[in-house]
């Protein structure tokens, strides 16, 4: 990997890593439906202003596979993560998000996408052991709602890691632009209906509206983009690696805008965490800095 591809997947990590705290922000007033309908539009004007304006085509004869990365890594996630968010904290759900890489690694190595190593499951162990230390679980109750709200994220998480693959064989044959937007549509369709529905009771205020603005315009429409654009370039587990750093954003924006204290486990934990994303990704910056190779795998 590249040194300028690992900066940009550390930068959505940072975009990503700020998307719990909007969600845990806007759905207990405007409802995981509405929501998810609200980011998923946004993105999708966004992109669909893209495409005219660089007059890319939309690839809609490819429509089939655009409706499976759509449902897999949109419609799906998107939804879950909302309806969890009504009950789970955000370290809850940006922790359990981790979990995509594991199920990124297995699809991967099904679809002949990538080759499933020791070194990649040493990184995969390793950046669930920093991201336990990094989130402080709390005393949630454990209850029937809790432990079904944290199967809506492994869910979600798991629509990711199997969609990676299929995004990647994607771009071989698509623009990622046109990719981003294609299953954004897609994914409007499918969240629409629940929308409709739900739209009686979803309340609006200043603060919420530019938490969904936030989400739809960044860190769906233009993140998913630039997602895209690096999916081409390396192997889907690698493009994967943001979930693993997600949480130390996480931590450091409730920080810095929530005032929420620091513990030590963020420091030993983000350590970890950027361990595991070098293994994950073969990112080695001592083979530019001192001209050291790695290892075989």
Known sequence: MRTRHFAQLVALSALWGASFMFIRMAVPVMGPWVLAAGRVGLAALTLALLMSVLRHAWPWKE??????????????????????????????????????????????????????TARKLLGCLIGFI??????????????????????????????????????????????????????????????????????PEARFTPGTLAAMAVLGIVTSGLAYWAHLRIIRNVTPVAAMSPVFMIPVFGVA???????EALSPG?????????????????FNPLRRIFGVTDPAP
């Open 63 to 116: 429509w089939r596979m655009l409706a499976v990365m759509g449902l897999l890594s949109v419609a799906a996630p998107f939804m879950l993560y909302a309806w969890a968010g009504l009950y789970l904290p955000a370290g809850y759900s940006a922790l359990l998000n981790t979990t995509a890489v594991l199920f990124g690694t297995l699809s991967s190595a099904w679809f002949k996408e990538d080759t499933l």
């Open 130 to 199: 920093g991201v336990g230390l990094i989130v402080r679980l709390g005393p949630v109750p454990l209850d029937g709602t809790t432990l079904v709200a944290a199967l809506a994220c492994v869910c979600a998480a798991a629509c990711y890691g199997m969609a990676t693959p299929v995004m990647k064989r994607a771009t071989a044959r698509m623009q990622p632009l046109s990719i981003a937007a294609g299953i954004h549509v897609m994914a409007l369709v499918l969240v629409l209906p629940g929308a409709a529905w739900q739209w």
């Open 253 to 259: 924006w409730g920080h810095l805008f929530l005032g």
């Open 266 to 282: 963020i420091f030993v934990g983000g350590a970890l965490v950027l361990v595991a994303s070098a293994l994950v990704t073969g």
